[in-house]
Every structure is written in C-alpha cells, then in structure tokens.
C-alpha cells in the first residue's frame, strides 16, 4: 500500500553563511547538548556533534543506538525519519502492519562507516592530500569559513510580561553602521562578558564551596552583561532631528545613552540565539582581524618586549585625527570604525618599520 522511502537527502548547508536561522540554532542546540554532556573521561567531540547534526539536518531520529562492543565496521544506528514527514493515514497503516506482523518498516539500518563517508574528508592514502571536503567540515570554522551575516535582523522583545513588545533591528552586514564610538562600547561588553561568564564557570566547578546565594547573584551579573552587549548590539526606533532641514523622523538609530534603556530588554535572553550571535561575533573577529592584523593582536618587534598596545594606539589615534584632521573628540566618535581602525593599523606599521630601522 505505501513504500517507505529510503533516500537521505543530503543536500546539507555547506557553510555557515548557507544555513537559515532555524540550521543555526539547530547547530546552536546540538553542541550545546554535547558540550553538557563532556566529562573528563569522555571529552569533547567535534565529531560527535557533526554525526548529530547530521541527523538533524537530514530529518532522521534514532531508535536504537550503536553497539560499541562489536567492531567498527559492524556498528549500525537503528533509524527511522521523522513522523513529521508522513500523512495521518500512513502512520496508521504503519502502526497496524506492526501490530500484526511484529516488525516496523519504517526502520532501517545506518552504519557508521556510511556516515563516516558522508561528513569526513576523502584523502589520498599516499600523499595525505584532502580529495573530497566532507559535508560538515565547515563547522571547524577554517580559512575564511565563518559567518558574517546577522542571523536576526529584526527582533521583538519585552522587558515585562504584561507590555507591549518592541521591534529592534541588528546591525548591517560586517556592522557597516557602527561607529567607533558604538564600536568600542559593543566590543567592551562582550569582554565583560565574557569575564563574567568565566567567573560563573569557576564558581560551578567549586560545587558545595560557593553558596547558592553567590552563585545566583553571578549568574545575574553574566545575564546583565550580556543584556548590556545586546543593548548596543540592536537600534530600535527612535525620533531623530535632521541636522540639516530639522525636520523629526522615526527611523532605527543608535544613541550613546541607549544601554541603560534596552538592557531591561534584553535580560533572560534565548541561550540557543545567544550562541548563534556569538558564531557572527566570531566571525566579525575573524574578518577584523584579517583586515586589520596590528590592531587586534600585540606583536613583539624581534623579539624585544616593546609591543603594540591597543589602548595607546587608540589614544594616538584619537590626537593625530583631532590635530590633522581638524575633529574634536566626539566628531571621531562619530566616524565609521573601520576608518578608525585603517588610521590605527597603518599608525601601528609605521610603528613596526621604526622600530625595525632602529634594531638595524
């Protein structure tokens, strides 16, 4: 009557910037799963998490797991798709032939060799050589594989149950938007951030040795700062006077003052769209990095213990733009980061070839 169908579509995201909001949370959710599930005699896996995104992209759930007492070659997932993808009517003509014949057609075998195939690179036995990517090699995050478009352009949220939800908008691609000012409050946030989160880790790991009491209030504190970044993070809409005709607009737009007022916002914030903004974050950082190498990383000049400090170079920065450029502190707030940041790198080049004409 009906033909269970056997095909794997395994037309899987082949980057990151390929996969819809729903695969990034998808991916989201699984390696947070298998993160929670480490432990020191079972370590992290990436690729455990690329065989359980493997069946969560190609529709299929588990019935029964592997065995790991028999051989590799021999080890086989008991499969099945997902009820979702049949008709009422073929559930029920399933559901009998099982009841009468004891045995459920909609299951099969996958071995793990075939899975192996699907997501593993393909190398040449002799030279090593990479013949074939596997599927979900992009999620070792190489080269330039990372996600550089924002997953949630316009979201809505309330800071209350019981009020009405505002709209926010994301940043544009590679945060053509930002100034430097907004620039250095987003980035600082995400470094407290990210110090709050480590404190939380460590307070976890003490167990019985931190009270409840301070182990909430952290937990407090890393929600705050991550409400904080957030706040920075989105525009919502606001009234705007042009400068030129003054006349009032309600348009998206960022204001200094807005972390106090979006904060609330932003508290209790979805763990799994939490960590698909922090892959956009990573590869933000990855492409500045890229673009602007001197500003993000402190570099020793052979071997001397002199290196480029970040902080000084912003200072200078901010001076030789008010001096030659005739801008005040605020008017350089107000420029485009990346400017900023090619006036750093280059400052910081120049520093380099100094300092190497000196040691010559």
């Not at 049949?86 to 003509?93: I, Q, T």
């Not at 407090?220 to 009234?239: E, H, M, P, Q, S």
Request: aromatic fraction near 14%; proline fraction near 4%; hydrophobic fraction near 35%.
């Amino acid at each position: 009557m009906f033909e269970e169908k056997r095909h794997i579509d395994l037309r899987l995201p082949r980057s990151w910037n390929d996969c819809s909001t729903e695969d990034l949370r998808t991916v989201a959710r699984v390696l947070m799963s298998c993160a929670s599930k480490a432990t020191r005699y079972k370590p992290f896996s990436l690729k455990e998490v690329k065989i359980a995104l493997f069946f969560a992209f190609t529709g299929l759930e588990i019935v029964e797991p592997i065995n790991p007492r028999v051989d590799v070659e021999r080890q086989y997932y008991v499969v099945r798709f997902r009820d979702k993808s049949f008709s009422w009517l073929h559930r029920a003509w399933r559901w009998c032939r099982k009841r009468l014949t004891g045995e459920d057609p909609s299951v099969f075998n996958l071995y793990l060799w075939q899975i192996s195939s699907w997501i593993e690179p393909d190398k040449d036995l002799n030279s090593g050589r990479v013949l074939r990517a596997g599927l979900l090699d992009w999620l070792d995050c190489e080269g330039n594989n990372h996600l550089f478009v924002f997953p949630f352009q316009e979201i809505k949220r309330s800071h209350s149950w019981w009020r009405r939800k505002r709209v926010f908008r994301g940043p544009e691609t590679l945060m053509q938007d930002f100034t430097w000012q907004r620039y250095r409050f987003v980035q600082d946030y995400m470094e407290h951030y990210v110090t709050q989160q480590n404190l939380l880790l460590q307070m976890q790991e003490k167990g019985d040795q931190v009270s409840d009491r301070d182990l909430m209030k952290q937990e407090k504190a890393t929600d705050l700062a991550r409400a904080c970044f957030l706040a920075v993070l989105y525009k919502a809409k606001i009234r705007v006077v042009e400068d030129k005709t003054q006349r009032i607009r309600v348009d998206f737009e960022y204001q200094s003052n807005q972390v106090s007022d979006y904060a609330p916002y932003f508290r209790n914030f979805p763990e799994e769209d939490w960590q698909v903004i922090r892959f956009w974050w990573e590869g933000m950082m990855f492409y500045l990095q890229t673009e602007y190498p001197r500003c993000f990383k402190r570099q020793a000049v052979k071997g001397q213990p002199k290196q480029n400090n970040p902080l000084e170079l912003y200072t200078r920065t901010t001076a030789t733009m008010q001096k030659y450029l005739g801008l005040d502190e605020t008017e350089v707030n107000s420029q485009f980061f990346q400017l900023v940041l090619q006036h750093m790198d280059n400052m910081a080049k120049e520093n380099d070839e100094l300092e190497r004409i000196k040691g010559s």
